[in-house]
């Protein structure tokens, strides 16, 4: 095959889908993992017919300790290796960590942090080997603040994600590789990431500029990782909202943070 492949984590919907048709768009093929099959074999089929290209269904569930070597193990039996991949899946872990049990903590690590960089880890001799690759790894906008009362690994993970990305990034520059790995940090973004998670109503209540459509999310993280940006922030408004909370002093960033808490974070006894 020709065409490149690119490996999309969480695409059954929201960014994951928005990321397999923009990369079909500039003409590669997709492989496209999730939990709900119908859903992504309902993608593929809408992205064969518009852009032509090649899909691959791969139902898994990241929380399973052998998700990533089933979800290659499918990739390679279908005669293909992957060019690209974007770790997308992950949901929001309502309450806090008084309130949550440790099973269901312990499954959020392993979907949004494990997991991406078990798939980073395993791609990367076959991209070094062919020299070349691009990993996006959606991290967040609150990777950048302080932690919040509720949602309690959710900064956390996003943090570590962004110097993930930045470290693999440096390691594939150092020996030479034309890979490049970026970590995409989006603010508030129009998908059914909340309603998921139940926390629609309250981020109902943030103003309209502060929210961003999937669309020119995946753009600036497709174009970034092309470009060799280590870290990118989509959108001017999350860019401010990025460098303040870089300069604001930590018991004012803290204050801040606990303030907005009370207003979009479940906190349930």
């Not at 093929?29 to 090649?54: I, N, W």
């Amino acid at each position: 095959m020709t065409r490149r492949l690119a490996l999309i984590t969480g695409a059954s919907a929201g960014i994951g889908a928005e990321f397999a048709r923009q990369y079909a768009a500039r003409g590669w093929d997709v492989a496209l993992t999730a939990r709900r099959a119908d859903r992504l074999e309902a993608l593929a089929l809408d992205l064969e017919k518009h852009f032509g290209c090649s899909t691959l269904v791969i139902a898994q569930d990241l929380a399973g300790a052998q998700a990533v070597d089933a979800i290659l193990a499918e990739v390679k039996e279908a005669g293909r290796h992957v060019d690209g991949l974007v770790n997308n899946a992950g949901y929001g872990l309502p309450g806090t960590f008084f309130n949550t049990s440790w099973a269901d903590q312990e499954t959020f690590i392993r979907v949004l942090f494990t997991a991406p960089c078990e798939l980073v880890h395993k791609l990367l001799p076959g991209m070094s080997e062919r020299n070349y690759g691009r990993i996006v790894n959606v991290a967040s906008l609150v990777g950048y603040t302080p932690g919040s009362a509720g949602h309690t690994l959710y900064a956390p993970v996003k943090a570590a994600m962004i110097k993930f990305s930045e470290s693999v990034h440096a390691e594939a520059k150092a020996a030479g590789h034309d890979i490049h790995v970026t970590a995409l940090c989006p603010g508030l973004t129009w998908t059914e990431f909340h309603d998921v998670n139940g926390t629609r109503a309250r981020t109902n209540q943030a103003p309209a500029w502060m929210w961003m459509q999937a669309g020119p999310v995946v753009e600036a993280g497709i174009d970034a990782v092309e470009r060799g940006m280590p870290v990118v922030v989509p959108g001017g408004q999350n860019k401010g909202l990025a460098t303040l909370a870089k300069l604001l002093p930590d018991p004012i960033a803290r204050m801040v943070m606990a303030e907005q808490s009370k207003r979009f974070r479940d906190l349930k006894d």
